[in-house]
């Protein structure tokens, strides 16, 4: 039986239309508006790209292996604009003003000819018209056939600009995504090994993180308008490690050296290695402050006293670093409530609640110098995303009196579902035999207790625009899957990464003695580190990262959430 739809479409293929008669218009949109890229092609392969992970089944992103394209060189990594030597955006990029735009006509009768304000041609084939944002440019057509004008159209052009920024820590990143796994075939008969390829290397920086993804279907959605795009977001940054002060970054000189030795690349200078004028960065390099180098874009070249180029949205993805969350994920890991649950949780909590309150102190020192520096015209604050619980609202992990039972899946569900092959050995074990289902209601209690204080912060002052300069809240807390679900770290079809899917995208980072940071939660009396100063502290790496964070899938939702909040505040066109 043929469907409703189907009767519709033969009845109205059915019926005569006069040719003249059809609807005739003038449609536009700016050519190439997702900017970022160095190479607009780029900007093709990396939606292919995406649009290849949406479709595959489940929620296991598969890892990408793109072909060598000899016309692009090694696309695979997308070029953009940013540079790792100089850790900086090409600055004329950023304010360029010209813009190339498409003009179609639509409907016009077969054998008519068309007259254009723009020139003397009579095609009534695609045009392109080379003009600036905000420059108004007024395009009529005449409609000939025959000899006589049968439709006048006109239509006003004038493309705008969007300007997104992004700061902050892994949300904002996209940590635990590198665009490509640890192998990609150079050739039909060769294979070349690198390390995991970033958008920038220094900060996990990744193109499949949740706000390049909403930034960039906004740009597919408003075809008048292009789309600016920069993120200086960096893995392990905090507010007053990263962002408001210098860091080491979330791989250092030496453990970039290191992976390449471990991948057959030593000696490989990658950008990420040398500084301006192809000297090499020092084992004791750190990056200037996000805030810094933000502001510092806002101005174009050889412009000091500007007027500043005012974000149309920024982005901020900060906060968890700040309370430790990924030291209290080991903690978890590695711990036993034991028989006294009540006493393990409020020691817990009260090791945990000091760095809520500091982190609200730190947000409320952020804003001012957000609302001074970079004076964006709204600013959205995101949420985490929760990973203690799966399904209808159940906890991960096991209880006390079922050891070796796992929460919500089967070993056969596992091994069915996780590429890699050896989840059932790592991720099986780890997050649902060594986490009890009470460490993960403390979890739960944990980012519960950062999302209120980002939601505490976005009513402070971070913009000088009306209504009072207070930011937007991206809602990530509660994020579900269409069918209601959660997707936590248990969960069969998990939004989050576990440790052999870290390991199989990222490997191994090595550890840096000249770089340590101070442990949150471990003190002096306590410490499995050499005390330096009365303070404990751990040297950079010696971990697989990306574990906790959300894969590919959760990043796409987190955007879906991003791009409601920016659609609502940006202008419509």
Partial sequence: MKSVAAILLALASAIPVAADCAAQSIDWEVADRFRLFTDPRHQNAYLNARQTILKTKGYRPPLLQPKNDLSLGWAINWPTRWNESTEQYDRNWIHQRNRTIRIKLTGVPQGAVCRWSLDAGTSCKERTLHTQVGVLTKITVDVVRNGAIVKKLNTDIEPKDIFIMVMGDSVGSGEGNPHLSLRAGAGDNDTVRYPAIWWDTHCHRSLLSGPAQAAVVYAERHPRQSVTFVSYACSGAEINDGVLTTYQGRETVNQIKQLLKDYGQEGNQIAALKGPNDTLKPAEHKLRSQIDRAAEVLCPLGEAACVKKQPDILIVAVGGNDIGFGEIGRTLLLSDPGPNVGEWRKKQQGDITPYFKKLSEDYSALAPVVRERIAPKSVLLMEYIDPSMYGQDKFCGRERTSFGKAAGKSKKDLDKNDPSG???????????????????????????????????????????????????????????????????????????????????????????????????LTDKNNCPYPLENDVCKAVAGNVTSGILHPNFFGHYNAARQILLQMEAVLPKN
């Avoid at 912060?457 to 509660?478: E, F, K, M, R, Y």
């Avoid at 994020?479 to 770290?489: A, E, Q």
């Fill in 422 to 520: 050896i989840s059932t050995a790592i991720n099986f074990s780890l997050y649902n035999l060594l986490v009890m289902r009470e460490e993960s209601r403390l979890a739960h209690w944990i980012v519960g207790g950062l999302n209120d204080r980002i939601r505490q912060a976005a009513a402070l002052t971070w913009t000088a625009g009306a209504p009072g300069g207070t930011a937007s809240v991206v809602p990530l807390q509660d994020m579900r899957g269409p069918d209601g679900l959660r997707r936590g770290l248990c969960a069969t079809n998990s939004w989050f990464i576990g440790i052999g899917e870290s390991l199989l995208r990222q490997g191994w980072i090595s550890s840096d003695p000249v770089h340590k940071f101070p442990l949150k």
